[in-house]
Every structure is written in C-alpha cells, then in structure tokens.
C-alpha cells in the first residue's frame, strides 16, 4: 500500500490528463465571421472566443452585434468566474471568431482514449502487483537459508 502512496501524484496526473482529454473531446472552436445575423440576440449560454488584432485573447458571453462593435460579457480579470462586466469591442480590432461547436470526431477520440486509458490503468495495476508480490515474497523468506542441491 505505501507503494500506491509514494506514487500518488503520477496516478493524478494520469487521472486529470485522461479526464480532460474526456471533458474537452467532443467540442472544438470553429471560426465564424462576424456577420450581424449570427450575433442578432444576446443569448446567455452563447461564447465566442475573440482574437484581436493586438495578439489578445478575449473570452465574451452572451454576445450581439450592435452597429459597428460586438457587446458582451466579459469575466473582470482577478474575479471569480461568475463576476461578469460588459464590453464592446470594435469589430475593426477583432481578427478572428471562434465559436464552439460539436464535433463528430471526437466520440472516437474519446473511444480511443478510453482504450488507451484502461491499458494505462492495466499496465499500472499490473506492475504494482509484480512490486508487491516481490516485497513481500522477499519478506515472508527473510532468515531462511536454501541448502544448495
């Protein structure tokens, strides 16, 4: 048992890489042009990830087009996530749109990953038990002596 506790973080980090790979998988940011019908209605469970022309990268909730900027919500940088402030944003000074959208593909990269994954698992288990049994079959003999034949 100690064995799985000095390796606890190697068994998170494989955790928190094949749940993110999981969460992630199915979703992909598509680029969008920025035509006003696209953005006609300020619907809240919308994002659209915003690459200005300056190299910065700007996440906007909830966004419309108004005249001749985009108007959204935007999380106050050193808040929580939750505290949102509005924003316009020229849309001369935004270079790309990116909206996220579902992607087929990612169902067999999940698939594949979850194979991957259980072989991880697998392969992790099964040299902690060849550990194991080591230690403790060097253990249960320990003092005894083996006439040589």
């Given at each position: 048992m100690t064995l799985f506790r000095k390796?606890?973080?190697f068994v998170r980090l494989v955790v928190v890489l094949v749940a993110g790979t999981f969460l992630s998988a199915c979703m992909t940011w598509q680029t969008q042009s920025l035509r006003p019908e696209r953005f006609h209605s300020a619907d809240s469970t919308q994002a659209v990830r915003l690459t200005l022309t300056s190299g910065d990268r700007i996440m906007v909730h909830a966004p419309v087009i108004t005249r001749d900027s985009l108007v959204?919500?935007?999380t106050r940088s050193g808040a929580s996530p939750d505290s949102l402030e509005r924003v316009s944003i020229p849309l001369t000074a935004i270079r790309k749109a990116e909206m996220k959208t579902n992607d087929p593909a990612g169902k067999v990269r999940v698939a594949a990953d979850g194979l991957l994954a259980t072989g991880l698992v697998v392969a992790l288990v099964g040299i902690a038990v060849v550990v194991v049994?080591?230690?403790a079959a060097k253990s249960a003999f320990a003092g005894w002596k083996f006439a040589a034949e």
């Amino acid at each position: 048992m100690t064995l799985f506790r000095k390796h606890i973080d190697f068994v998170r980090l494989v955790v928190v890489l094949v749940a993110g790979t999981f969460l992630s998988a199915c979703m992909t940011w598509q680029t969008q042009s920025l035509r006003p019908e696209r953005f006609h209605s300020a619907d809240s469970t919308q994002a659209v990830r915003l690459t200005l022309t300056s190299g910065d990268r700007i996440m906007v909730h909830a966004p419309v087009i108004t005249r001749d900027s985009l108007v959204g919500m935007q999380t106050r940088s050193g808040a929580s996530p939750d505290s949102l402030e509005r924003v316009s944003i020229p849309l001369t000074a935004i270079r790309k749109a990116e909206m996220k959208t579902n992607d087929p593909a990612g169902k067999v990269r999940v698939a594949a990953d979850g194979l991957l994954a259980t072989g991880l698992v697998v392969a992790l288990v099964g040299i902690a038990v060849v550990v194991v049994a080591e230690r403790a079959a060097k253990s249960a003999f320990a003092g005894w002596k083996f006439a040589a034949e």
